[in-house]
């Protein structure tokens, strides 16, 4: 029996397995769950090569399965944030109910992200597409009765994007005769050009969904913030990567080989950037911790897909790189706000404040991945942005540039108050009690953290793969023999050296740490929080002089216009249309016999005087 | 050789007229008998339908007359699925519908299984005959027992549907009988592959006038729209499992009839045309009205209506795909749409008027059947891994070959549309708090046997769908093959 | 030459020249708007003796580790935006790492340091600190946009983005930026306006209304290290102006002459205009700066 | 070196004449002696001439200025903010009333005698004080700090219980963290 049968095997037993064990013993369920996440990525590293590949017939379909280079490094993705999230999602799930349901359907979106990127054909690629969709719709709607609407919700957009696609699928087997993927691609120069146009939008389409592609991504925040944090990692961080997965081999394998593609590309990009503008916007305003993460999850996904849109060989890299690094920090996140929730029961920034010396490590974690979301260096966001920005000069996006930028620079804003929102600010008494997360969460958080951080040093570690994908799609970067000096170059040969900026970083903060602290080190003391001069008042123990509500009210104020008009209206208007028109066209069946005998009469009177016209 | 064809039609007529003597004996015989004859023919048209797949088409002589001249019973592999996909129905509801109601008694009891022996005989004859005037006959025969089994609860409601029923019914074999008396005076012929072959001859307006009125006179029991205003009515009001049986067996009989015509007998252009944009019609008019349904059944009643619409769809496309996946979609549909119903009506067993807010908070007190509900729902959706996504699969592959791609988007827009009104009732199942005073039934255990087998049979086409599709290339062949068609009936050595 | 003690060396004398510069033109300003004002003002080395009795202060108190490094943070950001940018004209004296980043490195580095001064300013519970940072960050969304229009601009014209490339363009056409595109000097001098944060964009440490907002719970050696690094960041800013507008300097002189005239602006727009709310601010930057922004960005593309 | 007793000297004349240079004042107007800040600030004194600058915070000032009467209720705010303040800190009582009360000398809210609770280093007597003589009560402390005699602060460490006592019987409900340097 070939290797990748026995993991896909392992996967749906481990599901079920897992599942069931909870019948049994917790620890004994923990650990079967760990294990079928763990074992088949272990198998999958160890035996799986890049290029194997398995085929059989279903249904008369011949169907194959095989990593490519460019799946390799999703599955980089895909089985290390979902072994970490495992891990983390042990220590989340203690004592918590429903934990089978939980694993179960971690385990099988896990599994089916991994088919996807198996999938050399449309047909498996479908099936796992849509085992994912319902895994996920499942863990949304985890939390029960007050969750069913945001699940329909996102499970309608996901339909009608799987829909789109399977549209797609079928013209493309009308074109080629068959479901291969590949067949595609190499029959696509060829097509006519309304194929060559119908195929790829309703490939976005289904792709843009997951990718939580403006106009479509209005399912994402209330999906993201409402299932289960350890999941939310895996949903944010690698799920959402499924949809750029897809996105970027109908970019790159199609479109870019496509001569009319200019405008698709330019209107691609365009989309994502507004999508990063107005994801940040809406994440500035929000009060929540897990809709602001999940609307900045829209924003940062919306300059993948302009990375990926642009279509230059460094936006590319950038948009595969920021595909990276957003699962690294932005589950990292997820996971943060996980802990805090487990730990003091609500994630709202209005109430909960003051945790950093509470929950420290939580707070490096957390740091270390605002630091990277923000883009600012020595961590990997800046690398991602780096290539972005100077792929959209290079290739002359000098509007594009300003809107990214835009909202770039508003992410600060969210980011500063994430920080500040849970961990900085007055400490209370209301939050003494709160311990640290458990280890099992805490490890998990700072291992991505610990990565983010060598990417931002050594990006050519994960570049590399990358590159390597690329190729594999058709597409060869000239400059690959500097991943290894950490130096990035734009095609205007301008570089920036990432090696001697963090070591001047470290250097001179490491100086000024010393200097601060050995200066008068005897006079220097920690007073508390409410030990601040507020006009010679004393604050009382009950009083909380934090500054947490209507937070960024004046840039709010600022940018209202925008913010008035919000896409879900329209999405609910068009819905309440459509129901109010159906609702009359039931008439047709008015219940009433005679009305019935009427429509056979005159269907059949009709059918005899226009007979000649349709039949003969 | 457990027997031929004839018994399929004979034995079940003989059981349905002896099963009152047998009651006297004893009253359980009333509701065993049945099962058996059921089992029987089950057992024997799948040993049939084995046999058939092998070898050829069997064609059984009546009184041996030859054709033309006499009646006939062709056991084709096409004709040999249907009957074994409606006796396998008629079985499951004969043990789902054991013990559905303990509260009728003995009288009820026996009308109803005798009704339903009928209702299945009358099926399978349609399904089996090769000639046109004992179609008639059996049409007539599945009408009144229909009728009588819509009425069946004696009230205000199911009387009325029951008339409706039977007003349609009756102007549908009106015009039956008129197109046979067109194409007797025109041919001189009732045998179906005789008027197949004779049909060239025949003069072109006659030929399109009696299409018509057999297209109208089918349509209304195929569920054709606009003639398909009983339909609702009939799977509301008539008890749970005989919706189910409607669902599963009459209108498969009457998508045969249509289809036996359109294919086999008639040769004019355009039918096929006709078939795909009035199966559209039906499609989208049943399930936007679906959507707006506030009664289960009657959702489901919609939602059967727009499957039917589907495979008339999948029919009109006029390829061997499309027929196989028109044959795809009558096996699923004869799978899923049972399992709902058997599902549904427990799901609002003890409501008068089966609200759909009456479903609120089931899964809770029967989880059983709400996964079940859920499964076929999402089945019937036609998500994979489940049966259904491999036969929306093919007709839409069937659509995309022949570039029908605006069909393709309506039947996609029409299935989310179906989405939305399974998701609803399947969140109001699990995430609504139960309304006070709904006292939820928990099935009996052969029900829940009946729910159990039609889930796992889902499952199992889902994950390997290989199980049926070679059964199915072999009976769209068959369909589509006229000409052997004639020549096993008319030509047949003794 | 060029080892790397060498290159330290080169950045403590950069270190020290910046902050003395910088000093001092912070006690020029306080003189010119006292004598504004009609006041003889403190003397212009007011300043250091500020600096030198802060360092001087005994004790100092800190609510935690973030605030005790925040000063340290936006140390950071100051040197390594005096080391990307070149002081002089031939690379040669303060060759810090003028070749290591760019302007995009350049306009990200300048956020670290404000940043983190910001995480070391919530960590005080003061609701002042908090409520200035916001409106500091507000307004950084706010000027940046223009700043980033300007420099877009620049990079598209001369198909770099390097700003040694950028004085190497203005050394051989012989002409300064300022004249040959102009509007992209227009935008970025009116968002340096917002960057100095003078009247009227003090809204970030209003004393009056915020107790000197982020600052307002550090004192002694934290607010020193925070003054010098201002200074620091001051004199790098004016530098990086003159570097992209002014073809840069060849000698200490012409240098500290051209940064002083660019310093002249926001400190006299500031003395005679009042304070702006923060949504008044931001919506300045997205008014005039934009549409001049705009004009260098067609400028750029279509001259 | 910091040990080293003639470079301490040094270093200690060199922090005086910074500290004396530039006096940040705490703007903390408890009576009606604050209405003579401005004037004094502005224009026609400038006493930014001679360093004397407002601080917005008592972390950053140097000098509490003590303007005018000082009620019960305020006294406690004052406390509390000159607490705040970081060493070197000094105390500037002005007005006739942060003497002997002045003409609320019988008033039974205000405090009399300012340095039973506060060390105070320079009293700028009138009621009152024109800005010449406060921006002489500055040059005397100028004076004090660079000889080094202006140590208010280290008394007020040395007698805490004492200045601790007075405050407590003014201010009855006593709600304030110890002061612990």
């Keep these: 029996m070939d290797m990748i049968y026995l993991i896909f095997l392992i996967f749906l037993s481990g599901a079920v397995i897992s599942w069931l064990a909870g019948k049994v013993n917790h620890v004994l369920q923990d650990i079967l769950f760990l294990a079928s996440v763990i074992v088949p990525s272990v198998l999958f590293y160890m035996n799986v090569s890049v290029g194997q590949e398995v085929h059989f017939k279903a249904g008369g379909i011949d169907l194959s399965w095989g990593i490519t280079d460019f799946g390799w490094i999703f599955s980089l993705i895909v089985l290390g944030l979902g072994v970490l999230a495992a891990i983390y999602s042990v220590g989340f799930m203690k004592g918590k109910e429903r934990r089978g349901y939980f694993y179960f359907n971690y385990v099988l979106s896990i599994m089916s992200m991994l088919g996807i990127l198996f999938s050399k054909d449309f047909v498996s690629f479908f099936i796992f597409w849509e085992i994912m969709t319902w895994s996920s719709y499942l863990m949304v709607i985890y939390n029960g009765k007050h969750t069913q609407s945001i699940g329909i919700k996102y499970f309608i957009f996901s339909a009608i994007g799987a829909y789109a696609m399977l549209m797609a699928i079928v013209i493309s087997h009308s074109v080629t005769g068959n479901f291969m993927i590949a067949d595609l691609i190499t029959a696509y120069p060829v097509l006519s050009f309304n194929l060559q146009l119908l195929i790829p939008i309703l490939l976005l389409v289904g792709f843009g969904v997951k990718a939580a592609l403006m106009p479509l991504h209005v399912w994402a925040p209330g999906a993201y913030s409402n299932s289960p944090m350890a999941y939310t990692s895996v949903f944010s961080g690698a799920l959402s990567k499924m949809g750029v997965y897809g996105l970027s081999i109908v970019m790159l394998s199609m479109i870019s080989h496509l001569p009319e593609g200019f405008w ?208 594999a799609l058709g597409f060869a970067p000239t400059n690959q023999h500097l991943w290894d000096t950490s130096i990035l170059f734009n095609s205007w040969g301008n570089q920036v050296a990432l090696q001697p900026i963090l070591y001047a970083i470290l250097g001179i903060f490491v100086v000024f740490t010393i200097f601060l602290t050995i200066k008068g080190y005897k006079n220097t003391r920690y007073v508390t929080t409410k030990d601040i001069s507020s006009s010679g008042e004393v604050p009382k123990e009950h009083e909380n002089l934090t500054f947490s509500i209507n937070f960024f009210q004046p840039f709010m104020r600022a940018v209202e216009p925008v913010m008035r008009r919000q896409i879900d209206k329209y999405y609910n208007g068009f819905a309440n249309g459509l129901e109010a028109l159906f609702d009359f066209t039931r008439k047709i069946y008015t219940g009433n016999g005679q009305t019935y005998a009427i429509y056979v009469i005159l269907f059949l009177i009709i059918m005899l005087l226009i007979k000649n016209n349709v039949f003969g | 050789m457990v027997g031929t064809p004839v018994l399929l039609v004979v034995i079940p007529l003989l059981a349905a007229f002896l099963i009152p003597l047998l009651g006297m004996i004893w009253k359980e015989l009333v509701r065993i008998i049945p099962g058996l004859v059921l089992l029987y023919m089950f057992i024997l048209s799948a040993t049939l339908l084995n046999q058939v797949l092998h070898t050829g088409p069997i064609v059984e002589v009546i009184a041996g007359w030859r054709p033309p001249l006499g009646i006939n019973l062709v056991f084709s592999p096409f004709s040999g699925f249907l009957v074994t996909l409606m006796t396998f129905i008629g079985l499951m509801v004969w043990i789902y519908s054991y013990r559905f109601k303990q509260n009728v008694d003995f009288e009820p009891a026996k009308k109803y299984f005798i009704l339903l022996m009928m209702l299945v005989t009358g099926s399978v004859g349609i399904v089996l005959t090769g000639d046109i005037f004992n179609l008639f006959v059996f ?314 087998t039609l889930g796992v049979i889902i499952l199992l086409v889902g994950f390997y769908p290989d199980a049926i599709t070679g059964v199915l290339h072999k009976a769209s062949g068959d369909l589509l093959d006229k000409t052997k068609y004639i020549q096993d009936v008319l030509l047949l050595n003794p | ?158 198909k770099t983005t390097s700003i040694v490339d950028l004085m190497e363009v203005q050394a051989q056409s012989g002409t300064w930026l300022m004249f040959s595109s102009p509007f992209a000097f227009i935008a970025a001098v009116l968002a340096m306006l917002g960057m100095f944060r003078y009247s009227p964009f003090d809204i970030v440490g209003a004393p009056t209304e915020l107790a000197s907002g982020p600052v307002s719970e550090n004192g002694g050696k934290y607010l020193f290290t925070l003054m010098s690094s201002g200074a620091v960041f001051a004199f790098a800013k004016l530098t990086l102006y003159v570097d992209l507008f002014m073809g840069g300097a060849d000698n200490l002189i012409v240098l500290l002459l051209k940064t002083f005239a660019i310093y002249l602006i926001p400190m006299l727009y500031g003395v005679v205009s009042p304070r702006y709310r923060t949504e008044q601010a931001i919506r300045y930057f997205w008014g005039w700066p934009t549409f001049f922004g705009l004009l260098a960005i067609l400028h750029a593309v279509f001259f | 070196m910091i040990n080293d007793k003639s470079s301490q000297k040094i270093v200690d004349i060199i922090q005086n004449w910074a500290r004396k240079q530039s006096i940040w004042v705490l703007a903390y107007g408890t009576g009606c002696g604050a209405i003579e800040i401005p004037p004094t600030m502005t224009s026609r004194y400038d006493a930014e001439r001679l360093g004397v600058r407002g601080a917005a915070t008592p972390r950053q000032a140097d000098v509490l200025l003590i303007t005018g009467y000082l009620t019960t209720k305020t006294l406690k705010r004052v406390i509390r903010v000159y607490e705040q303040m970081q060493d070197p800190k000094y105390v500037i009582g002005f007005g006739s009333c942060t ?61 805490l219980e004492w200045y601790r006592a007075n405050q407590k019987r003014i201010i009855p409900n006593w709600v304030m963290p110890d002061y612990n340097w």
């Design chain 1, 264 to 471: 698709f590309r330019e209107v691609l990009a365009w989309m994502g950037a507004i999508t990063a503008a107005i994801g940040t916007l809406w994440a500035v305003k929000q009060d929540d911790a897990k809709k602001l993460l999940a609307y900045s999850s829209v924003a940062q996904l919306g300059y993948i897909v302009t990375g990926i849109a642009i279509g230059t060989e460094l936006s590319i890299l950038a948009g595969l790189f920021l595909a990276v690094m957003h699962a690294i920090f932005k589950s990292t996140l997820f996971m943060a706000v996980g802990a805090i929730e487990r730990q003091t029961g609500t994630t709202n920034f209005t109430e909960v404040t003051g945790l950093i010396r509470k929950m420290p490590w939580t707070f490096l974690a957390s740091l270390m991945s605002i630091i990277a979301l923000a883009g600012i260096p020595p961590l990997g966001g800046f690398v991602g942005k780096w290539m972005l920005y100077e792929s959209l000069i290079t290739s002359d996006h000098y509007m594009l540039i300003i809107l990214v930028f835009f909202s770039s620079t508003a992410a600060f804003l969210y980011c500063y108050k994430f920080l500040f929102g849970f961990f900085l600010g007055q400490e209370e008494k209301e939050w003494a009690h709160v311990k640290e997360a458990p280890v099992l969460m805490v490890i998990p958080m700072l291992v991505l953290a610990g990565l983010s951080f060598v990417l931002g040093t050594f990006p050519g570690l994960i570049l590399k793969p990358i590159d390597a994908g690329m190729q």
């Design chain 2, 139 to 452: 049409i007539e025969i599945v009408g009144i027992s229909a009728y009588a089994l819509t009425a069946f609860y004696t009230e205000r409601n199911s009387a009325e549907a029951a008339f409706k029923y039977l007003f349609m019914g009756a102007l549908a074999s009106t015009f039956l009988l008129l197109a046979i008396m067109i194409i007797y005076t025109q041919l001189g012929t009732l045998n179906m592959a005789d008027i197949a072959s004779k049909m060239p001859e025949m003069n072109t307006t006659y030929k399109i006038t009696a299409l018509v009125f057999l297209l109208t006179a089918i349509g209304i029991e195929a569920e054709m729209f606009p003639l398909n205003g009983w339909a609702a009515d009939a799977y509301t009001e008539s008890p749970g499992p005989i919706g189910a049986a409607f669902a599963g067996i009459v209108a498969k009989a009457g998508v045969y009839a249509m289809v036996r015509i359109i294919f086999t007998m008639f040769d004019v252009d355009g039918t096929m045309q006709f078939m795909l944009y009035i199966g559209l019609i039906t499609l989208i008019v049943a399930e936007t009205t679906a959507l707006r349904q506030d009664r289960l059944k009657r959702m489901l009643a919609y939602s059967s209506i727009g499957q039917m619409g589907l495979i008339m769809v999948a029919f009109g496309i006029g390829t061997a795909e499309g027929v196989f996946a028109a044959l795809f979609l009558m096996f699923n549909h004869a799978i899923i749409k049972p399992l709902l119903f058997f599902s549904g009506s427990y799901l609002v067993y003890n409501s008068k008027d089966k609200f759909i807010h009456e479903t609120n908070g089931m899964g809770k007190h029967i989880p059983i059947t709400s996964i079940l509900f859920a499964l076929g729902a999402f089945a019937i959706v036609g998500l994979p891994p489940f049966a259904g996504f491999w036969s929306k699969l093919s007709i839409l592959t069937a659509a995309a070959d022949e570039n029908m791609i605006i069909i393709i988007a309506l039947i996609l827009i029409v299935s989310i549309i179906e989405l939305v009104y399974y998701l609803r009732v399947v969140n109001r199942i699990y995430f609504f708090k139960m309304a006070e005073g709904v006292e939820p039934k928990k099935p009996t255990l052969n029900a829940l046997f009946v729910m159990v």
């Design chain 3, 1 to 158: 030459m060029d080892s790397i003690w060498y290159k330290i060396l080169g950045v403590v004398v950069s270190f020290i020249l910046a902050f003395i510069v910088g000093m001092t033109y912070m006690g020029l300003s306080r003189k010119i708007i006292a004598r504004v004002q009609n006041r003889k003002g403190p003397p212009f080395y007011q300043n250091f003796i500020d600096a030198m009795k802060l360092y001087s202060k005994s004790t100092a108190i800190h609510h935690g580790l973030m605030q005790h490094l925040g000063p340290a943070f936006i140390m950071v950001s100051s040197i390594m935006t005096l080391m990307i940018v070149p002081v002089l004209n031939d690379g040669k004296w303060f060759p810090n790492l003028n070749f290591d980043g760019d302007l995009i490195f350049l306009l990200y580095i300048m956020v670290f340091g404000p940043l983190g001064m910001a995480l070391g300013a919530g960590q005080t519970g003061n609701p002042n600190s908090a409520i200035g940072v916001t409106r500091g960050l507000s307004q950084m969304v706010g000027f940046e946009i223009p700043w980033v229009m300007a420099l877009v601009a620049l990079m598209m014209q001369f």
């Design chain 4, 99 to 159: 003497i002997n009360g002045g003409m609320y000398y019988d008033s039974y809210n205000t405090i009399k005698v300012l340095d039973k609770y506060l060390p105070v280093d320079v009293y700028i007597n009138g009621c009152m004080p024109r800005p010449e003589s406060v921006l002489s009560g500055f040059g005397k402390l100028q004076e004090l700090i660079s000889e080094g005699k202006a140590n208010g602060a280290q008394e007020y460490k040395d007698n």
